[in-house]
């Protein structure tokens, strides 16, 4: 449950335990942190904070058990946690048995047997991003410091996308936009169309995906790690990490496969004496280093598996079928909570870079 190199995120908890948290080691001893803005990433993972969202609610107040003095990073692991106060096992009973369709139960009570907590989705559940978001946060204003920033936000929902506009947005846009509305999205029409084609699934108890882009801007060009750790490798580690994500690519990406080396090729200039690409095909990173470039990576959102539409599954006891109709409370579409989830990691993790190659 670690990731990191010279920065570490270890999460603590499960969904249904008496918490979730993460333990961060390695920033620097007088890195400025901003609690206040943890709290509002948190806030905004939360969905106590959303109509749409599931249920279940959670305050998700930040608790710091140490690590931090009057906003500054003290140097010894930062040991944080937000407490679970609103537990339900009971839906979950029937699932120890019955695994649901598209979610971690077959596989995992194979491997660990009946002994272990699956109850909302034990180390499964998302509710263990909440550790993620927190790593995220932490680095926020030592990333701001270096001139770094991130933002994520929903490119598409369903069938419902938002193109990109002629003229450019800038990152900072794209944080306020993005942070406007519940989807995420940084067009208040797309947002619209979107959050419609969430309620319709929802009435037909069925869920969506959708894809979740990054961009990270005002990293040096240099960093990354070859050979193991190209930027690409480790960032695509962290985010198949986060529940539901079943894609990513960067740049280009799988588009690249059509182009042609003319195409796809980013030209070379200089601007203020800095050298610059005219267009970012290859997503901010060439040779597994960062360009200098913004990183730009798009993540694939898989359908909420706990649907309310009646299902087949198995008894594991048994070794029969069984119509499986899933209780709890959950999504009908993971992605607006995922956005935070993939801004934060993906600043702990460039942070991580930049640690590693003495840019911190
Ligand atoms: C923020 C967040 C919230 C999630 N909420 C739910 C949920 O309410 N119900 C559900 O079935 N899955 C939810 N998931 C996804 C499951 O945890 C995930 O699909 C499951 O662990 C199986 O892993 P996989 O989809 O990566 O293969 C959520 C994921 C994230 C990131």
Redesign the pocket.
């Known amino acids: 449950m670690r990731f990191g190199t010279t920065l570490s995120v270890t999460l603590t908890g499960s969904s249904h335990g008496t918490s979730v948290g993460a333990v961060i080691e390695g920033l620097p001893s007088g890195a400025p942190v901003d609690l206040d803005y943890v709290q509002s990433e948190l806030d905004r ?1 939360s969905p106590s904070h959303r109509k749409l969202a ?1 249920m279940r609610k959670e305050p998700d107040r930040l608790l710091v058990r140490s690590g931090i003095e009057n906003g500054r990073a003290t140097g010894e692991p930062i040991v944080t946690l937000v407490e679970n106060v609103d537990v339900r096992r009971a839906p979950y009973d029937e699932l120890v048995d019955v695994p ?1 369709p ?3 139960d077959y596989p995992a009570r194979v491997r660990w047997g009946s002994s272990l907590d699956l109850s909302g ?1 034990g180390i ?3 509710r263990m ?1 909440v550790g993620l978001v927190i790593a995220g946060a932490i680095v926020h204003d030592l990333l701001r410091n270096k001139g770094v920033g991130t933002v994520a936000f929903t490119r598409s929902i369903g069938p419902e996308n938002w193109e990109d506009p002629a003229t450019e947005v800038t990152i900072e846009d794209l944080r306020q936009q993005s942070r406007a509305n519940e989807v995420g999205c940084p067009d208040p029409n797309a947002a619209l169309r979107m959050q419609t084609a969430i309620e319709e699934a929802r009435r037909n108890g069925d869920s969506l995906g959708g894809i979740v882009e990054v961009r990270v801007e005002g990293v040096p060009p240099g960093v990354g790690e070859p050979f193991f750790d190209p930027v690409e490798s480790v960032l695509s580690h962290a985010y198949f990490s ?5 894609g990513v690519e960067f740049g280009a990406g799988f588009q690249a496969a059509r182009m042609r080396g003319s195409e796809h090729n980013d030209p070379f200039y200089i601007e203020r004496g800095e050298v610059r690409t005219r267009s970012n095909r290859a997503g901010g990173i060439l040779g597994g280093l960062t360009t200098g470039m913004p990183i730009v990576a798009r993540l694939a959102v ?1 359908p ?3 649907i309310a539409k009646e299902q087949d599954s198995v008894s594991l006891s048994r070794r029969e079928p069984v119509r499986l109709v899933v209780k709890g409370r ?2 009908p579409c ?1 992605v607006p ?2 956005v935070p ?1 993939v801004e934060n990691f993906t600043s702990f993790v460039v942070a991580d870079f930049m640690a590693r190659g003495g840019y911190l």
């Not at 986060?242 to 079943?246: F, G, S």
């Open positions: 993972r599931t649901r598209g979610h971690a989705g499964f559940s998302g991003t986060i529940p539901a994500v079943k898989k909420t598996s706990s959950h999504d993971i909570r995922a989830v």
